[in-house]
């Protein structure tokens, strides 16, 4: 019997929504094609200027939309990266002039499934060319983990910066999850330091497949982030890795009765005292 395929997407996005958008679609196709029932897009796929978030999440339904028609031809789930949207979840207005990056579950009918904003927000000081970031200063953060249910299994989500917050994995994992999703837009200088290994320490303390699908490449003068999509077993095995920056596409397979014997065998999630 063969096992469910997942497909993580690099891509290396810039200020025009529409080429972006005919990158992320062909490379929907493409994982489709390579039999996967869940692919994820990295973080800001659709635009990747700060500039531009508020500008375009207005046109989040339209952009849901055009997902859904895509699910719906490849008969896809597909984890949509990040959108900005200009309401919270309850459908309140998001004040002060900012909004929330969101990221959508999309089943093969084409219907939202899920939504989770990002809670944590990248607001540092780092020696690249871009030098700060205030994520804060555009985006309002989520309050609320989320886990969804679809054919590969239970899906925890996850964007960029969450990625190094353990506590949030640790309520994914108790509200069942089997797979963590973990779009991402890492700057080279942290991407070549931590990601794989944030990556693989989320998939190994919590026993669940871990999917990363990255932005690679120079997005502007200032900005290059670090690419190297990783699709990671509960064992820390990387399963598949792009080789670099390049867009693309990764595809493996989730083994869920290794998975359960992996957890039956060493309980970790049992044994916690704390």
């Known amino acids: 019997m063969s096992q469910p395929r997942l497909a993580a997407i690099q891509m290396c996005s810039g200020v025009d929504l529409e080429a972006n958008w005919a990158v992320a679609a062909s490379l929907l196709r493409e994982a489709a094609s390579a039999g996967a029932l869940l692919a994820v897009l990295p973080e800001n796929f659709a635009v990747f200027d700060a500039a531009q978030y508020r500008e375009v999440a207005p046109r989040l339904p339209e952009l849901l939309g055009r997902l859904g028609a895509l699910a719906r031809e490849l008969d896809l789930w597909i984890v949509a990266g990040t959108l900005p949207a200009a309401t919270r979840p309850d459908g309140t207005p998001v ?116 999917v990363g699908a990255a932005q690679g490449g120079r997005h502007t003068a200032t900005r290059v982030t670090w690419g190297h999509s990783q699709i990671i077993d509960p064992w820390g095995r990387v399963l598949a890795g792009s080789a670099g920056d390049r867009p693309g596409v990764i595809t493996a397979e989730r083994d869920a009765a290794e998975q359960d014997r992996l957890r039956r065998n060493m309980p970790v999630h049992r044994h916690r005292r704390l």
């Open 95 to 210: 004040p002060d002039g900012r909004v929330r990056t969101t990221c959508h579950v999309i089943d093969s009918d084409g219907e939202v499934v899920a939504r989770y904003d990002k809670i944590h927000l990248f607001d540092v000081d780092i020696g690249d060319a871009q030098g700060s970031y205030r994520e804060s200063a555009t985006f309002e953060p989520g309050d609320q983990p989320v886990c969804v249910n679809t054919p590969v299994g239970r899906l925890g989500l996850s964007i960029c910066y969450d990625l190094r917050f353990p506590e949030l994995f640790r309520a994914l994992l108790d509200d069942g999850a089997e797979i963590i999703t973990v779009p991402a837009a890492f700057t080279a200088l942290t991407g070549e330091a931590h990601w794989q290994a944030l990556l693989r320490a989320r998939a190994i303390e919590n026993q669940v497949y871990v």
